[in-house]
């Protein structure tokens, strides 16, 4: 099973950059997670953000591959604490499809976006950056692989 992460936005400041890759690394034999940055719409005086949380959907969507697991990063979603994530992990490996989380842009997910999510996944009711959510996801996927595999990094 491999995980891909398709994330509205470009060039994480480097060290949200530095701690994804940590733990893209970690989790490289357990869950192999691959980051696809996509162009956010365009946004400014006289543009429609509509338009342009449209434009990011259909980016999306053209982005993901077949037969994948869908899992939306919504604030409107589904919280999991990490052993309920580790549960999560545990199920998606028992279905044997790759993973894909979506991460959108400024205005949340497109319609459509949400419509082809088979799973919804709200981080808590804070209000992260966006970037900061790439940091957070992959860590807390290497910590319910860890949980899984029965590793001390999780001392709850």
């Known amino acids: 099973m491999r995980a891909r992460l398709l994330a509205i936005g470009e060039r994480m400041p480097g060290w949200v950059a530095e701690g994804f890759a940590e733990y893209r690394k970690?989790?490289?034999?357990?869950?192999?997670?691959?980051?696809?940055?996509?162009?956010?719409g365009v946004r400014g005086k006289g543009r429609d953000d509509a338009r342009a949380m449209h434009d990011e959907g259909q980016a999306i969507l053209a982005a993901l591959p077949r037969d994948?697991?869908?899992?939306?990063?919504?604030?409107?979603?589904k919280t999991w604490s990490s052993e309920e994530l580790a549960a999560q992990l545990a199920n998606w490996r028992?279905?044997?499809?790759?993973?894909?989380?979506?991460?959108g842009g400024p205005d949340g997910h497109a319609p459509e976006v949400l419509a082809r999510a088979d799973q919804r996944w709200s981080l808590g009711p804070l209000t992260l950056p966006h970037m900061l959510v790439r940091l957070v996801l992959a860590e807390q996927l290497y910590r319910a692989s860890t949980l899984l595999?029965?590793?001390?990094?999780h001392r709850a």
């Open 26 to 40: 970690r989790l490289s034999h357990d869950l192999p997670l691959e980051l696809v940055e996509l162009k956010p």
């Open 68 to 77: 994948t697991h869908v899992i939306a990063l919504d604030g409107r979603g």
């Open 94 to 103: 028992m279905a044997g499809r790759d993973l894909a989380f979506l991460i």
């Open 149 to 153: 595999a029965g590793h001390p990094y």
